[in-house]
């Protein structure tokens, strides 16, 4: 691990969405002996060297409880920026069960030179987002446009202009996501966990 203890990064795991594609809760899926959101939130705190919260509902976690619209990831990041006044914090979705600290190092060294709102260009998370009045005003802007596929994640990053880094190619089979049974199978079946 790198000296990334001297970052002021506050993590969230965000676990707060509904998990309607994968049928089940992914937060709870068994994932290298302990729940996906455990090991989740146990990366986030060994590679900040910090204690880290819990997007959702889990009160065995320290949590902030989305709020009470929700509108998928943006709700939890809306409520945690609005919690975590005047920080920065990088998010991370429960469901990228192949991130791991190599992956962080990057957007967290990056931060570290030059502080500020940061994304990946092929993933989008994880990201690390300034919790102020600005980013939260964009944030709300974006939650109240009409059209659901207008409410974005991507859209947010844009209007407070978060600037994209490319994730080294190496690192890149560990972007991925899984919100199917299937995605979920399949990345047991490549790490041999099932």
């Given amino acids: ?54 997007s959702g509902n889990y009160p065995e976690f320290r949590h902030i409880e989305d709020s009470s619209e929700s509108k998928g990831p943006l709700s939890g990041i809306l409520s945690c920026l609005q919690t975590l006044n005047q920080r920065f914090c990088l998010f991370i979705p429960v469901d990228m069960p192949l991130l791991n600290m190599q992956v962080l190092d990057v957007i967290i060294n990056q931060h570290q030179t030059e502080p500020g709102n940061y994304y990946f260009s092929d993933s989008v998370f994880p990201i690390i987002v300034e919790a102020n009045a600005k980013n939260l005003s964009c944030l709300t802007d974006v939650l109240s446009l009409p059209v659901a596929k207008q409410r974005s994640i991507k859209a947010f990053l844009n209007l407070i202009q978060a600037t994209e880094i490319k994730i080294p190619k190496e690192l890149a089979p560990a972007m991925v996501n899984t919100n199917t049974p299937e995605q979920w199978q399949h990345i047991q079946d490549k790490v041999g966990e099932s």
């Fill in 1 to 54: 691990m790198q000296s990334n203890s001297l970052v002021k990064l506050t993590g969230v795991v965000l676990a707060g969405g509904k998990s309607q594609r994968m049928g089940s809760d992914k937060a709870a899926l068994q994932w290298q002996g302990s729940s996906l959101l455990k090991s989740r939130l146990s990366l986030l705190e060994e590679t900040l060297n910090n204690e880290c919260y819990v």
